[in-house]
């Protein structure tokens, strides 16, 4: 059974602080992975993937990957109150998403 | 470019009752994924179709059921439902599996009374 952890927060941070989001995941021949945003009612927007380890940046986003820890993260920059939302953390296998439940992320103005 | 469409968007039903849900993915995509979503579980897999073929199924009974069509259209039945099956049903499409990440609708928001 593939799992896939995170913390469900929320996680506070002051607008224009950085935010940083982590997942751990269980399958170790795990070789995707995926950040999602979902704001609340809505369904998920797809933020960022990656699949080598390393750094990944995007705009106010960057995700990193370490696959020997089997640990994602995905730090926001500058961020901004349009960035509350729950963050879901996905791992990829056999064209499947396996969610984390998602860490809650409020910026306060 | 038009995005994932899901039909309908709101659906209220009656225990034992079966519905059916629609989803009509990007075009040329030809990967459709079906997802339940939750308060309890989070996002829960159901399955995903490929050219007409189910290639994967999640841990759901068997009163859960797709289709994918030659245009890749899908849709999804569950039959004699349960209060429990209440849940926001999510549908991702793409080009072929996950290499560049999966677009997901609006969901089909089903309540079970």
């Known amino acids: 059974q593939k799992e896939v952890e995170q913390n469900s927060g929320p996680l506070s941070v002051p607008e224009g602080a950085i935010a940083s989001l982590n997942c751990t995941y269980s399958?170790?021949?795990?070789?995707?992975f995926f950040w999602y945003r979902q704001y609340s009612g809505k369904s998920p927007e797809l933020i960022m993937f990656?699949?080598?380890?390393g750094d990944k940046e995007d705009g106010r986003f960057t995700a990193q990957l370490n696959k020997a820890s089997q640990y994602v993260s995905l730090l926001i920059r500058d961020s901004q109150p349009s960035d509350s939302a729950t963050y879901l953390c996905?791992?990829?296998?056999?064209?499947?998403?396996?969610f984390g439940k998602g860490t809650m992320l409020l910026v306060s103005p | 470019k038009a995005g994932v469409t899901q039909t309908p968007r709101y659906l209220i039903k009656t225990r034992g009752q079966q519905v059916t849900l629609s989803c009509s993915p990007i075009?040329?995509?030809?990967?459709v994924s079906w997802y339940q979503q939750t308060p309890g579980q989070g996002l829960q897999f159901l399955f995903e179709?490929?050219?007409?073929?189910?290639?994967n199924k999640g841990n759901f009974p068997g009163r859960f059921s797709g289709r994918q069509f030659s245009n890749s259209r899908s849709e999804m039945n569950v039959s004699t439902l349960e209060l429990g099956d209440s849940a926001l049903y999510l549908c991702?499409?793409?080009?072929?599996?996950?290499?560049?990440?999966?677009?997901f609708g609006s969901g089909t928001r089903l309540t079970v009374v």
């Open positions: 399958d170790r021949g795990s070789q995707s």
């Open positions: 991702a499409s793409s080009l072929d599996g996950g290499d560049y990440g999966y677009t």
């Open positions: 179709y490929f050219s007409e073929t189910q290639r």
């Open positions: 996905a791992v990829e296998g056999y064209s499947t998403l396996t």
């Open positions: 075009s040329g995509h030809r990967s």
């Open positions: 990656i699949y080598s380890n």
